[in-house]
């Protein structure tokens, strides 16, 4: 089953509990939470407060991405604040394999990604430490950049590699995702879809009843 994850890092910031009110009552799980720390990327979001202020207003799974530098630091301060899961940056751990033990001592799921430019096969070697691998299909730092098609190419490589080592680690694809494209991406086997303005800059309610009747194409 392909699971939808809107991101809120496109939601309207004056009124994030409303937008995220409108997200209710049509079968999402999930919310993707960016946090940017404006050295890793260039940009800075949001991070503890404002998932400790939503949590206890959203029975969702926080699906949480860091886009900072060394993440180990902060792991426990995420699992207070709400966080289900954390996803790292590759290219931002000093020691990958002690930061992503750190989010699974704490009690979360495991997540992993890298930039579009580095090299897909670096990441395979931590296949057997993570929940889910994270395709970026735009750059990291900023919502509604358009989909970089070279990064099907990784996709079809970690379906083909989790596949043929019965893996159960989850793929997960997030970039310029919109209901025109999202085909392209479920026809490569991801397992999770994130998606910020096409989803927050719209009918929130309709555009994601509209990806899970999509979703339904695949089941």
Same mark, same amino acid.
């Given at each position: ?27 999402? !799980? ?49 699992? !207070? ?47 057997? +430490? ?14 509604? +950049? ?60 309709? +555009? ?12």
């Amino acid at each position: 089953m392909v699971r939808l994850s809107p991101s809120i890092l496109s939601a309207n910031f004056a009124n994030l509990q409303g937008d995220l009110d409108q997200t209710k009552g049509c079968g999402l !799980k999930m919310i993707h939470i960016d946090v940017m720390d404006g050295i890793f990327v260039p940009n800075i979001s949001f991070a503890f407060k404002v998932i400790s202020d939503i949590r206890d207003k959203n029975d969702y799974f926080f699906d949480t991405h860091l886009m900072i530098e060394e993440p180990i630091r902060y792991i426990d301060e995420f699992k !207070k604040a709400g966080s289900d899961r954390i996803t790292v940056h590759y290219e931002a751990c000093k020691d990958l394999k002690a930061t992503l033990k750190a989010i699974r001592d704490a009690g979360m799921e495991v997540g992993l990604t890298a930039k579009p430019e580095t090299d897909p096969k670096l990441l395979l070697k931590y296949f057997d +430490q993570i929940d889910l691998i994270l395709v970026m299909s735009v750059r990291p730092g900023f919502g509604g +950049q358009k989909f970089m098609e070279e990064t099907k190419a990784t996709m079809d490589l970690y379906r083909k590699y989790i596949d043929e080592n019965n893996l159960k680690v989850k793929m997960q694809v997030d970039g310029g995702i919109k209901t025109t494209n999202v085909r392209e991406v479920l026809d490569l086997g991801v397992d999770e879809v994130v998606s910020g303005s096409d989803i927050f800059a719209k009918d929130i309610k309709s +555009q994601i009843l509209t990806y899970h009747e999509i979703f339904k194409e695949y089941e």
